[in-house]
């Protein structure tokens, strides 16, 4: 018995008890309708059939931030027909819809179909889980209905923002033997001048200086440095204490962002490119190149959870199981959690390592009060006493959010860009 017949009933034993009560005629037969009414509604219907298949397709299982995913519903009748199906699909938390809606109704017959459309999208990073779809068949007389949940999931990754970027000095210690922008120690095939060596047959004829053989009276040519890439190591700090405030303007969503963009600019110079979050769990992406490794990363920085604070301390020696020892490591990390520090310390004895942090001091504006104006002076203050214990054994610099990423690993490394990469 559904609530709209228990509202009817109900209805109808009023006026008869109203009218008994003040002897009103009128009162008692109003009731008649309501009687035939439910009568006609229990002598007519059933119980309604809810056998179904439920199918999903979408524009896209993986969009960035901002973008717009539309996702399709497929509703097929294998039963009897349905007076009045009510579909809805669920949305997750951080998804929004900005097209059409998630909640549809139909009426079909044996075999019939109905789909529904709709378009979403998402500030935040994250990976969304769609479903399960519920379902609500009702007779005509909406006397009896029948519910259902259909588990059909579907996974939607909202990638995070890739800024572009312009050409940087990145200079690592250590290099690789393939192709890539940096400019090694070792002669070869390049743009930026090396030495100057006396002529050998076979040497190319535009390499020869001219100058040089004029004056010494003997055949010279240029040499210069060859161009290769690098292995680095992006480690990504995921823990809780190290998050705070609200998407999408939390820490942890700029970490990712920033992670991503200089992820992207690396891979985008030559360099191979592998990634270590610490989370729930430690997820390890083994260096690579190209499109698909950044892919790669960009769904390891949406798919990962948060996790405890204790992590961080498995985080070096977790390369030695899983990196080489001359790899360049780049930690990008809210410093929020001093437990980090110990670790930071390990790395940097043994890596070349620099540290990212996203700086969140004074971007809600300037303080309202004396006490906010004391907090954000304790703020930077704490921020500046952990940047000057990084910098004893690593690059360090801070990056705020909307500025461009590449430029911060050019000043992140004053010494590196001196350097020539051995």
């Known amino acids: 018995m559904t ?14 008890g109203v009218g008994v009560v003040v002897r009103t005629a009128s009162l008692i037969l109003l009731t008649i309708p309501i009687v035939m009414y439910i009568v006609l509604a229990e002598a007519t219907t059933g119980e309604p ?7 999903r397709g979408s524009g896209g299982r993986k969009i960035f931030e901002g973008g717009v995913a539309e996702v399709r519903l497929d509703v097929t009748n294998s039963g009897g027909a349905m007076e009045l199906l009510r579909v809805e699909d669920p949305l997750p938390e951080n998804l929004e819809l900005v097209e059409g809606s998630n909640v549809g109704f139909a009426s079909l017959a044996h ?9 979403v999208t998402s500030r935040v990073p994250d990976s969304c889980v769609l479903g399960p779809v519920r379902l609500l068949a009702t007779d005509f007389f909406g006397f009896r209905s029948k519910a259902a949940t259909v588990e059909c999931p579907f996974v939607l990754d909202i990638l995070p923002r890739v800024e572009q970027h ?18 090694s120690t070792r002669p070869g095939p390049g743009q930026e001048f090396y030495a100057v060596r006396q002529y050998t047959p076979g040497d190319p004829a535009r390499n020869i200086n001219w100058k040089a053989w004029a004056r010494l009276d003997r055949p010279y040519t240029n040499e210069f440095m060859s161009e290769v890439g690098a292995d680095v190591v992006v480690v990504v700090d995921n823990t809780s204490a190290s998050d705070f405030g609200v998407a999408p303007e939390s820490a942890l969503t700029y970490v990712g962002r920033c992670s991503a963009a200089v992820s992207s600019h690396l891979l985008s110079v030559g360099n191979r490119v592998g990634m270590l979050m610490v989370g729930e769990r430690v997820r390890v992406v083994s260096p690579g190149t190209g499109r698909r490794q950044l892919e790669r990363i960009l769904l390891t920085l949406v798919r990962a959870k948060k996790g405890p604070s ?6 070096a020696s977790f390369f030695s199981i899983w990196f080489p020892a001359a790899i360049n490591v780049i930690v990008v990390s809210s410093l929020a ?3 980090i520090l110990s670790p930071l310390g390990r790395l940097g004895t043994r890596r070349q390592l620099h540290v990212i942090s996203p700086s969140f001091v004074g971007q809600q504006g300037p303080a309202r009060n ?4 004391i907090a954000l002076s304790l703020v930077r203050l704490r921020r500046w006493a952990v940047a000057e214990r990084i910098r004893r ?14 430029l911060l690993l050019y000043r992140s490394s004053p010494r590196l860009t001196r350097m020539m990469a051995r």
């Open 3 to 16: 609530w709209k017949r228990d509202g009817l009933v109900s209805a109808a034993l009023l006026l008869i």
């Open 111 to 119: 075999g019939g179909n109905f789909e529904m459309r709709y378009k």
């Open 310 to 315: 204790s992590r961080l301390s498995q985080m």
């Open 393 to 406: 054994f690593a690059e360090y610099a801070e990056w705020t959010p909307g500025s461009p990423v590449e």
């Open 337 to 339: 959690d001093d437990a």
């Open 49 to 55: 059939s809810l056998d179904v298949e439920v199918r």
């Open 166 to 183: 312009r050409a940087v000095t990145f200079r690592p210690r250590k290099t690789e033997s393939w192709p890539g922008q940096h400019a």
């Open 370 to 373: 004396d006490i906010e104006e």
